[in-house]
């Protein structure tokens, strides 16, 4: 990218937080992690600008800076914007955490309203986080560091698979709040759910062998049966959701083909 399409992007995304705004949702999440386009800025792996978006950590969130800035205006001072970063690319070269908690304390002198830590990037062979099958949450400990440097609520996200790990998350203080995306997909009512101590927690189907796309891609066919209401007659092995998932892409990257090259 040129320095003047950079300088662009500000611009674009608050024009997304606005259609947001106006269509309805009670908030925005700035996405720069998962090696999306600002996680590649902040990213030394990836970004090796030599103008002022590149460098240091600090060269390297100015457009992250610029883009939350540029969404608050589009979008007022009381309405919630929230950011997702990572606390580590999980690959060599890139984000530290380290870097992530130096990221973190610049975004603790924006107007932000939540920071939502993460970790992991979509790219060939490297690490997404919903890949892993580890027990327990995985970041929670960087949140305690991340939260010792700002005064802006804080979310982990990851990981998280039963109600208890969730508490003991917020109550020894790393956390203000914890995300939870797989569980979800099992128990959309989950929130509602782990209200009550009684509410018990999810069954995390156990899948012999399969490779870590495949988890994802059961869990994205699972997301799409409760899009369309039939989770209850939801039950496809690894193989078949990945087959099926294949199928679903190749039929939406033509529409989306035929719909943005027309
Ligand atoms: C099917 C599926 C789709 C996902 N899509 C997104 C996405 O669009 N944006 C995003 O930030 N994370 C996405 N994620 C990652 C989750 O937000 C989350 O970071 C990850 O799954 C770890 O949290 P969990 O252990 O609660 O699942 C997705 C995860 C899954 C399983």
């Given at each position: 990218?040129?320095?003047?399409?950079?300088?662009?992007?500000?611009?674009?995304?608050?024009?997304?937080?606005?259609?947001?705004?106006?269509?309805?949702?009670?908030?925005?999440?700035?996405?720069?992690?998962?090696?999306?386009?600002?996680?590649?800025?902040?990213?030394?792996?990836?970004?090796?600008?030599?103008?002022?978006?590149?460098?240091?950590?600090?060269?390297?969130?100015?457009?992250?800076?610029?883009?939350?800035?540029?969404?608050?205006?589009?979008?007022?001072?009381?309405?919630?914007?929230?950011?997702?970063?990572?606390?580590?690319?999980?690959?060599?070269?890139?984000?530290?955490?380290?870097?992530?908690?130096?990221?973190?304390?610049?975004?603790?002198?924006?107007?932000?309203?939540?920071?939502?830590?993460?970790?992991?990037?979509?790219?060939?062979?490297?690490?997404?986080?919903?890949?892993?099958?580890?027990?327990?949450?995985?970041?929670?400990?960087?949140?305690?560091?991340?939260?010792?440097?700002?005064?802006?609520?804080?979310?982990?996200?990851?990981?998280f698979?039963?109600r208890?790990q969730a508490i003991?998350?917020?109550?020894?203080?790393?956390?203000?709040?914890v995300?939870?995306?797989?569980?979800?997909?099992?128990?959309?009512?989950?929130?509602?759910?782990?209200?009550?101590?009684?509410?018990?927690?999810?069954?995390?189907?156990?899948?012999?062998?399969?490779?870590?796309?495949?988890?994802?891609?059961?869990?994205?066919?699972?997301?799409?049966?409760?899009?369309?209401?039939?989770?209850?007659?939801?039950?496809?092995?690894?193989?078949?959701?990945?087959?099926?998932?294949?199928?679903?892409?190749?039929?939406?990257?033509?529409?989306?083909?035929?719909?943005?090259?027309?």
């Amino acid at each position: 990218m040129t320095t003047e399409e950079v300088e662009e992007l500000p611009a674009m995304y608050a024009r997304s937080a606005a259609h947001a705004k106006d269509a309805g949702f009670s908030g925005v999440q700035i996405h720069a992690g998962h090696g999306w386009l600002l996680s590649q800025f902040l990213s030394p792996l990836f970004n090796h600008r030599s103008d002022g978006y590149g460098g240091s950590v600090e060269a390297r969130s100015r457009i992250v800076l610029a883009v939350i800035q540029g969404v608050r205006r589009a979008v007022g001072p009381s309405y919630p914007v929230g950011i997702r970063i990572n606390s580590t690319d999980k690959m060599e070269g890139g984000l530290t955490e380290d870097d992530a908690l130096e990221v973190v304390r610049l975004l603790d002198q924006t107007s932000l309203d939540l920071i939502d830590l993460s970790g992991g990037t979509y790219f060939l062979g490297a690490k997404a986080a919903s890949d892993s099958s580890s027990p327990g949450p995985y970041f929670v400990e960087f949140a305690r560091r991340a939260k010792s440097v700002t005064r802006v609520p804080v979310m982990a996200t990851g990981g998280f698979k039963k109600r208890e790990q969730a508490i003991d998350a917020v109550a020894s203080g790393a956390v203000d709040m914890v995300g939870l995306a797989r569980a979800m997909a099992l128990d959309p009512h989950l929130g509602n759910t782990w209200l009550r101590e009684e509410g018990g927690d999810p069954d995390f189907p156990i899948f012999e062998s399969a490779p870590p796309s495949g988890i994802t891609d059961w869990f994205i066919m699972r997301l799409a049966a409760l899009g369309e209401d039939r989770e209850e007659a939801f039950d496809l092995d690894v193989p078949t959701a990945m087959q099926q998932f294949e199928g679903r892409t190749k039929f939406h990257a033509a529409l989306w083909r035929e719909a943005l090259l027309r």
